[in-house]
């Protein structure tokens, strides 16, 4: 069988006055049905970027875009990068979905719950039934999404606006939207982001449950590490447009490859870690997508730069290389395996 | 002099109901109702809770940029609550905010050292060596390059823009730094520079925090004593250690639980409380306990009867205080 | 909903009496003496006396305003009690020999045909190239609309009306001598059409072009909204993203705008009228401020005027809260 999504070698950029922004550079990574794969990065990386061209939501004329975005649902297979625009809003909304970080701005505010819930299953189920029916349906449809991620008295309040519902009430709501038509493929950027924790619990419960319900692909953009540990079972990590890593919950968490990444689990203070150690911070700043440094693109902040012997980690730009069975990295570092730090 | 820099006794601010045309409600949003807690000189002090649970309003009413509606608050053995015009402004140097957004609390048409040397300007303060040595020491001390000091906002990063909202707060050596989310709106990999920042500078200057954040684990790495609140009113008081090994409020456990851990080991053994429902009204705070509509432990006393906040321990340093009929442990 | 129609229409109410009594209290603060006016030349102070008794001058302020409250409510006699006018009377022009009420209600329907045409004139022209303007950012369409913004914005809108009246007499459009007197729409469409439609063009032009940028920058700022991104997501189409999830929002923003713009159209009726030799109550106004100095008149005007501001202002906040939920009146 094939795979759900198999990315090949996607670019992103965006030609602007200042230059062009290389926001995504040769990424390839799948997901197969049932999966949940996170992507995890600083804000800047090419997370969302690279989630929007996999819905194929990029502007055409102000957006370049190369490489492959193979969908495969069985009997309705697409490769987003080349097919024309009235193919892939068919999948749109149907087969991929989407949700989005902020639940307070994400919904349109002069219409009810209702209407936006059964505008999305008419556009993608009402073509053949008469419009009667198919409202009545739709309708029908809408109440049962809101009853199933846990709105109370759906019915009521399908009638309502989205300024009535509190923030977690809309996360839910996006989250009835974007799963009314029972689509393959989820992608969820920064989910909880906006929500407090004891809401982010609710929701991430919510979509756990969810992706059983539907049998679907989750990809799970977050920059929050302990999110990705509780709901994920593979990982990309991403840095300046680029996966320096990708692995397994396990080989990212316990056999952390990548300085970057090894940057990023040291630099986060945890709840359970009981002494307050000082932060291992990453020095510097993330780079500039117009101006990347040459070589390795985080080779302005790596501590590991001086002991690379086989390369210059400043001029020469690592590859891909797989470390163990599904577990790959961009470094040019004689060790696999780099040391956890204090703080875990 | 006592050992409290900041004292704060059974604090309100009610914002008065606001009415337009075409909608009108009566209740007062009670976003601060009595809340009573210290912060010792040098210390850090988190508070924490969910969005509108009144964090930002009690850190503003602290720093007197709101008139409370009652209460005291005693800084430095005097009870600021009721200054007025020189004698508060006079205060208000020795108490500084950090923002929580590095973007819109810098003035984008100032250059950094003007930025500065603003609150010497307001305060008629001339630093011995001159203010431009003064504004350029302050960049040195924060990290950024003195050289800087001609630069406009713009021409910075997220973390170096806080990195002057933090040497502004320091040029006029204030004891009391009220940090509001400082580290929010950062990156991972720059909020833990931040944090060392502060906790470096706190040790130079000896200066106290009340350190604002919804993150709890960043609370946990900065603070030694921490407040709960939820709608409010606080929940729990206790040092950190304590309040994170063993929470008394359920409260405070239930918002622990609903932290995960970078771990993957751990998040798949975790039990985790799920709180139902959301956060209450503060304009129609619930009956009783005002967490007792979200709490599973909940009984008709806690809906009925108010639980005041308990004291163990007064005066030790481990002391810890409660707001619960039925505390865990 | 009514309730909050009906406290609005009181306010009104209570703008209307305010504005009313500061156009007494100017007009009685001016060093000009109307009843001197039409005096004559062989003026006496007796003949100014009686004509000051004529007009009802003669007696305090406050007791004419007190006439004037009466006359609105009751009706009332005028002239030393030669002419009666009946409630809601706004008074007697003496120059004119009319009782302003009548003379205001021949002449209402023409300024407010001037207004309301030029106002949908400019609503359509500028919403719809907008619209389009935004659709097809950056191309040809949007560089179209920019050249008529500029163009609309900097023309001078009398100039531009002499010239359209020139040009349409020359080529026989319109015949100079039956031009502007009045005809119902309903008795002779195409007559009142020829008879307005400069001016309409002429009142709407510049306002057209203002719109046309007020809405296409509104149009492409909600297009940068979360809500569009998710409409998109769910696989809606372009055309109906636009009418369906970015007009309502973007639009409702100008629709209160031109309420507010509808008052300003007033002002620039009373020129437009002028040039065409429109009979409306810019007309009228204007003869009693300059010539007759006709205290009734102004008054009347002023408070027509104001009333349909305020009722159009009225409609237009109960169009918005229709349109955005959030303020649905309850
Ligand atoms: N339409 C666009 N035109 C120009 N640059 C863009 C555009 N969209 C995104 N970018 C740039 O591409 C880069 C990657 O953006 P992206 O939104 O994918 O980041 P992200 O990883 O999702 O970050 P965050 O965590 O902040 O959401 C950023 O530097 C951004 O400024
Ligand atoms: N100036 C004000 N007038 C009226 N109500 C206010 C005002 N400021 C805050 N509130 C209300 O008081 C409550 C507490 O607000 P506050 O900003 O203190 O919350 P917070 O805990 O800081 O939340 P967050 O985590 O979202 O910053 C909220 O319900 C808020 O809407
Ligand atoms: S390639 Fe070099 S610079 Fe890049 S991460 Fe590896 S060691 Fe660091
Ligand atoms: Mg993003
Ligand atoms: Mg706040």
Request: overall charge neutral.
């Amino acid at each position: 069988m094939s795979r759900l999504l198999e990315v090949k070698d996607l670019s992103v950029s965006f030609p602007t006055d200042a230059g062009v922004v290389r926001a995504t550079q040769n990424l390839s990574f799948h997901l197969d049905r049932g999966e949940t794969l996170a992507i995890v990065g600083e804000s800047g990386s090419g997370k969302s970027v690279s989630s929007m061209a996999i819905m194929g939501l990029h502007n055409p004329g102000r957006t370049e875009i190369s490489g492959e975005i193979n969908l495969n649902f069985g009997e309705n297979n697409l490769e987003v990068v080349s097919a024309p625009e009235e193919k892939i809003r068919a999948i749109r909304g149907k087969n991929v979905a989407m949700i989005f970080q902020d639940p307070m701005s994400s919904l349109h505010p002069y219409y009810s719950i209702g209407n936006q819930l059964t505008e999305s299953w008419l556009i993608h189920n009402g073509g053949n039934l008469d419009s009667k029916t198919a409202k009545a349906k739709a309708w029908e449809r809408a109440v049962e999404m809101l009853d199933l991620v846990g709105i109370p008295d759906a019915g009521r309040r399908v009638k309502e606006f989205p300024h009535q519902f509190s923030g977690g009430m809309r996360q839910r709501v996006m989250i009835a939207l974007a799963l009314i038509n029972g689509p393959d493929l989820l992608i969820a950027d920064e989910p909880t982001t906006a929500l407090d924790v004891t809401v982010q619990a609710q929701i991430l419960g919510l979509l756990k449950d969810m992706q059983k319900e539907f049998n679907m692909g989750v990809i799970l953009i977050t920059h929050d590490l302990g999110v990705v540990a509780e709901v994920s079972d593979r990982i990309n990590v991403m840095y300046a447009g680029k996966l320096v890593e990708e692995g397994t919950v396990d080989d990212i968490f316990y056999r952390t490859s990548h300085p970057y990444t090894q940057g990023l689990l040291n630099s986060i203070p945890r709840v359970d870690s009981g002494v307050a150690e000082k932060l291992v911070a990453i020095p510097g700043q993330p780079p500039s997508l117009i101006a990347l440094p040459k070589g390795c693109a985080f080779s302005p902040r790596c501590e590991y730069v001086r002991q690379v012997s086989s390369h210059d980690c400043k001029v020469e730009i690592p590859d891909s290389i797989e470390v163990a069975s599904g577990h790959s990295r961009k470094c040019f570092l004689k060790e696999t395996y780099l040391p956890a730090g204090k703080g875990r | 002099m006592s050992d409290k820099v900041l004292e704060v006794k059974d604090l309100k601010m009610h914002f008065a109901p606001r009415s337009t045309i075409f909608s009108k409600s009566n209740a007062p949003v009670k976003a601060v109702d009595g809340v009573s807690f210290h912060i010792n000189r040098g210390e850090t002090v988190g508070l924490v809770g969910e969005s509108g649970c009144g964090k930002t309003t009690v850190g503003r009413t602290v720093m007197r940029l709101y008139n409370p509606t009652s209460g005291e608050i005693i800084f430095d053995d005097q009870d600021i609550s009721q200054l007025k015009g020189n004698e508060l402004k006079g205060i208000r140097s020795k108490i500084q905010l950090i923002f929580q957004d590095p973007y819109s609390s810098l003035n984008p048409r100032h250059t950094v050292g003007k930025i500065i040397e603003a609150s010497f300007e307001i305060h008629k303060i001339n630093p011995a060596g001159g203010r431009t040595a003064a504004v350029k020491e302050l960049l040195a001390k924060v990290g950024l390059n003195p050289e800087h000091i001609n630069r406009f906002p713009h021409e910075f990063s997220g973390g170096q823009r806080q990195r002057i909202g933090i040497a502004r707060a320091l040029a006029l050596q204030p004891k009391l730094i009220v940090c509001d989310e400082p580290v929010s709106a950062l990156d991972v990999s720059i909020q833990a520079q931040v944090v060392n920042l502060l906790d470096d500078l706190q040790s130079e200057f000896n200066l106290a925090y009340l350190f604002i954040a919804h993150d709890l684990s960043v609370v946990q790495h900065i603070s030694d004593r921490v407040v709960v609140m939820y709608l409010g009113k606080i929940m729990e008081i206790a040092t950190t250690k304590d309040l994170f090994a063993k929470p008394m409020h359920p409260y405070t456990k239930a918002l622990l639980s609903a932290v995960p851990i970078p771990d993957p080991e751990i998040e798949r053994k975790r039990e985790r409380i799920v709180l139902q429902g959301d956060l209450p009204s503060p304009a129609n705070p619930p009956s009783g306990c005002v967490f007792s509509t979200r709490c599973w432990k909940a009984t008709e006393k806690c809906r009925t009867e108010v639980p005041e906040l308990i004291t163990l321990g007064v005066g030790n340093p481990n002391e810890r205080s409660y707001a619960c009929h039925f505390p865990e442990n | 909903m009514l309730k909050y129609i009906g406290k609005r229409a009181m306010a009104n109410g209570l703008i209307l009496v305010a504005i009313s009594m500061i156009t007494y209290l100017i007009f009685w603060a001016l060093p000009v003496n109307p009843a001197s006016i039409s005096c004559g030349t062989h003026c006496t102070p007796q003949k100014i006396a009686a004509n000051e008794h004529l007009l009802g001058l003669d007696v305090p302020i406050w007791v004419q305003y007190g006439r004037f409250v009466k006359g609105l409510v009751v009706g009332a006699n005028y002239a030393d009690g030669q002419v009666h006018c009946s409630a809601p009377s706004l008074g007697y022009s003496v120059p004119t020999n009319t009782c302003v009420t009548t003379l205001l209600a021949q002449k209402f329907p023409v300024t407010l045909s001037l207004a309301i045409g030029a106002f949908i004139l400019w609503m359509l022209i500028g919403m719809s190239m907008g619209i389009v303007a935004a659709r097809y950012r950056g191309r040809w369409p949007d560089k179209a609309a920019n050249a008529f913004v500029l163009t609309g914005t900097s023309l001078p809108t009398f100039l531009l009306g002499l010239l359209l009246l020139i040009g349409a007499t020359l080529a026989h459009w319109i015949d100079p001598i039956t031009q502007g007197l009045w005809v119902a729409p309903w008795s002779d469409p195409i007559g009142f059409f020829k008879n307005f439609i400069f001016a309409w063009i002429t009142l709407a032009i510049t306002s057209a072009a203002i719109y046309t940028r007020l809405t296409r920058g509104s149009v492409i700022e909600t297009s940068s909204e979360d809500f569009i991104r998710t409409a998109r997501a769910k696989g809606v189409s372009e055309w109906r993203i636009l009418l369906k999830h970015n007009l309502r929002t973007s639009l409702a923003p100008i629709i209160s705008q031109a309420g507010l713009d509808f008052g300003g159209l007033l002002g620039g009726a009373v020129i437009t009228e002028k040039v065409f030799n429109l009979q409306g109550l810019g007309n009228v106004a204007i003869t009693a401020v300059l010539q007759t100095y006709d205290l009734p008149i102004l008054v009347g005007t002023t408070l027509i005027a104001a009333a349909f501001y305020l009722v159009f202002n009225l409609i237009v906040d109960v169009a918005y809260s229709f349109l955005d939920p959030r303020v649905r009146i309850s």
